[in-house]
């Protein structure tokens, strides 16, 4: 059996600047966008680090801070993430953890456009109309690439983002339900392969938004 315990990244300063602008003040996204940081660059907020904190307690309460292989995203938030979780590592860095590619941004860009980008994005073929942009369905291969390299780890403790984790579902699952996957998300799935067939079970939790409780295991429907 491969057990995954997959942690969504903690709030960047991405995350924090759209939720400003979600309750009417852009001016810190119209900043960030304006300024182009690639956003492999983007670091935590200070609450960011502190929902860590509580991921990283929270994981350990439960048992699941100790693994076999620790691996995570090479982005900086996901790297923050990781370093603040408490687990003894050493981590490595697999580009196939990555967030999906937004593509090269080459007019301008509203916070409004972006906001509404956004809102599209978990959509499973969508992506950004720019050049080199990715939908959500792209990462299936490099999460399908990740996940074969897993087989034989015993546990393995990831750290990644939220696009990773919904094509991660798609992958294994035929019409996977929305979870909850807000930051600082935990997703536990025990998987079984048979052949090319992959069988198991998944349940979620959302400690840094008082989801403290792991929802009930679901069977995957793949």
Not at 52 to 64: S, Y
Not at 105 to 128: G, Q
Not at 147 to 170: E, F, K, N, S
Request: glycine share 8%.
């Amino acid at each position: 059996m491969l057990q995954l315990v997959m942690v969504r990244h903690a709030e960047s300063i991405r995350n924090f600047a759209c939720d400003l602008a979600r309750d009417g003040e852009p001016e810190l996204l119209r900043a960030q966008l304006r300024d182009k940081m690639p956003e492999s660059s983007w670091p935590l907020t200070p609450v960011g680090v502190y929902q860590c904190q509580i991921v990283g307690q929270w994981l350990g309460h439960h048992g699941l801070l100790e693994a076999d292989r620790f691996v995570r995203s090479p982005y900086l938030r996901a790297q923050q993430t990781s370093e603040s979780l408490g687990a003894r590592g050493p981590w490595v860095d697999d580009d196939r953890l990555r967030e999906r590619l937004w593509g090269k941004v080459v007019s301008e860009y509203s916070c409004s456009d972006y906001l509404d980008d956004i809102a599209h994005s978990s959509t499973f073929d969508w992506r950004a109309d720019y050049p080199g942009a990715e939908a959500l369905s792209d990462l299936v291969p490099r999460v399908r690439s990740w996940l074969d390299d897993q087989w034989g780890a015993g546990r393995v403790l990831a750290v990644t983002h939220g696009g990773l984790l919904i094509a991660l579902q798609h992958l294994l699952e035929k019409d996977p339900p929305v979870r909850r996957l807000g930051n600082g998300a935990v997703v536990e799935l025990h998987l079984e392969r048979d052949g090319s067939a992959i069988s198991g079970r998944i349940r979620y939790a959302l400690p840094v938004f008082g989801m403290t409780e792991f929802t009930p295991w679901a069977m995957l429907n793949g």
